[in-house]
């Protein structure tokens, strides 16, 4: 393809690469809405939901950084269509589970394939842009993720409401099939020719000591949090990144530029984002499981329940860029995590008898919170580098993202999961024990148990197993504004004004 071809085409290649990261985006959180399909139709369990929904975002912020170089390496648009073909058939796979095991596994083979394509999106777009153009293509591109994040709820919802919860990953199908298309006709090939060997050591390094400290902290309410299986995982996967930075910071070509965190308007940006997605990713994993437990809704009805939250999230994406601009990056950042804390602490005065009304709230304060400083932290991260160094920049940032995002699932879903079992077995040792085991495995269970009792039992049951999972749900979310109050000292302390860039 000649170079006045590629500049004729370049939105539609543009077009076709934001349908690819839609895919990655839903992919996120469209399980969100299904996690209680999935405790009825595959008997799965608290933990088994955390790495259904975890697993696939830690294989997606293990491979990130390594995949942008395998692409760049051996040519952008060859990786690129390698890691569509490989999500579309991992969705099949993951279609055709009859067990959380295989779905879990075929979810981190989504991940890994979510991981090829995420970069290579971003950095085919300087290669087909010119300089004038590029800045506007990124801010597209970093929408396209945006709205596929927004969209999988009521996408799962639609689909789990008409078809059979298959249909959440085959839907992929026709959507990896147009962009496999697109890809092949419409986007150049491209490599960096001085691009240097892959450094393996550092993924391996990197994605193992991840790997254990979300198995640690995910199984520890099952283990026993002072197991020595829950404990040797975390501390030997907190030695293992302790390694891989020191290792990083020896060699010539590393995969985790650390030299990047030495701009600190990019490294606190990137917390702020962290934080976020911390808060985020937890809190869609328990809130959806609440909604279905007390407000008796379909997915369907689910997912349109969580429009108010992506309504206030849109609002304040719009409205940002004009606050922005009066008051600067660093406060407008400061101002959306405080909302955001507020948001967290309405929802965390909720109780058995709240309504719809009373959780609305808290999603429009919450949503509309994240929405003011999601997009001008991505700015300040994009305008705080060179252009040649934006792509890079852009995958270190998605990477650690999606460890916070990660993290979110395991520590506030553990929490969750322990409260939940320790309460249950303390306020209901009356009950045969094997009804108990499977009460404890999560709120869905208990609720198909009492649906086959009889009074009073059933009345008990869903009252003490409603309170256990709020017991621990208000701990979450007490860890959240934890979390999102540092997030909020850090930037004070560190995020340089808008007027500075370093």
């Known amino acids: ?34 996690l209680p399909v999935f405790v009825k139709e595959l008997d799965a369990s608290t933990t088994d939901l955390q790495w259904i929904m975890n697993i696939y975002i830690l294989f997606l912020a293990a491979f990130l950084l390594s995949a942008g170089s395998i692409g760049d390496k051996y040519g952008r648009k060859k990786v690129l269509l390698i890691g569509l073909i490989l999500f579309g058939i991992t969705s099949i796979m993951a279609g055709m589970s009859d067990s959380t095991e295989m779905l879990i596994v075929a979810r981190a083979l989504m991940g890994i394939a979510a991981a090829i394509m ?45 078809y059979a919860w298959e249909s959440i990953f ?13 890809v092949i006709f419409l986007v150049p090939e491209s490599k960096d020719t001085a691009s240097p060997k892959l450094d393996w050591s550092g993924m391996i390094l990197s994605g193992l000591g991840l790997m254990l ?52 308007r990019f490294t606190w940006a990137t917390v702020a984002g962290c934080v976020v997605m911390f808060v985020l990713s937890g809190l869609l994993f328990f809130v959806t499981q609440y909604m279905v437990f007390f407000f008796n809704l379909t997915p369907l009805e689910t997912g349109v329940r969580l429009m108010p939250f992506i309504g206030a999230y849109v609002v304040g994406t719009l409205i940002s860029n004009g606050i922005t601009s009066k008051i600067g990056t660093k406060w407008i950042i400061v101002a959306g995590l405080f909302v955001t804390a507020v948001g967290l602490y309405i929802m965390s005065m909720l109780n058995g008898d709240s309504t719809y009304s009373n959780l609305v709230v808290s999603f429009i304060v919450i949503g509309f919170g994240m929405g003011l400083m999601l997009a001008p932290a991505m700015d300040a991260v994009m305008e705080s580098m060179p252009l040649q160094e934006v792509g890079i920049g852009s995958a270190v940032n998605n990477a650690l993202r999606q460890v916070g995002g990660t993290l979110g699932i395991a520590l506030m879903g553990s929490v969750i999961t322990y409260n939940y079992e320790r309460d249950l077995a303390n306020s209901l040792n009356q009950m045969p024990n094997s009804l108990l085991k499977h009460a404890q495995q999560s709120i869905g269970a208990a609720k198909q148990i009492a649906l086959k009792l009889e009074m009073p039992m059933k009345e008990q049951l ?10 621990g749900m208000k701990i979450a979310l007490i860890i959240g504004i934890i979390v999102t109050i540092v997030g909020i000292i850090t930037t004070i302390l560190f995020l340089p004004s808008f007027k500075e860039k370093k």
Do not use: C
């Open 118 to 162: 995420l970069p290579l999106t971003m950095s085919i777009v300087p290669t087909i842009f010119p300089n004038n153009e590029r800045g506007k293509a990124i801010s597209i591109w970093a929408a396209g993720m945006g709205v596929g994040l927004l969209i999988g709820p009521l996408v799962g919802g639609f689909l789990l409401e008409h």
């Open 462 to 471: 869903l009252t003490h197993a409603g309170n256990a999972f709020l017991d």
């Open 1 to 34: 393809m000649n170079q006045k071809n590629v500049y004729k085409r370049r939105w539609w290649a543009l077009s076709v690469l934001i349908i690819g990261l839609l895919v990655i985006g839903f992919d996120t959180t469209i399980l969100t809405v299904a």
């Open 170 to 182: 085959f839907v992929n199908l026709p959507i990896i099939a147009v962009t496999l298309v697109g």
């Open 213 to 264: 400290i979300v198995y640690g902290i995910t199984e520890g309410p099952e283990k026993g949090w002072l197991s020595w299986e829950t404990l040797l995982s975390i501390i030997i996967g907190l030695i293992l990144l302790i390694f891989f930075v020191m290792y990083q910071r020896t060699i010539k070509h590393p995969m985790l530029d650390l030299s990047l965190f030495k701009n600190k």
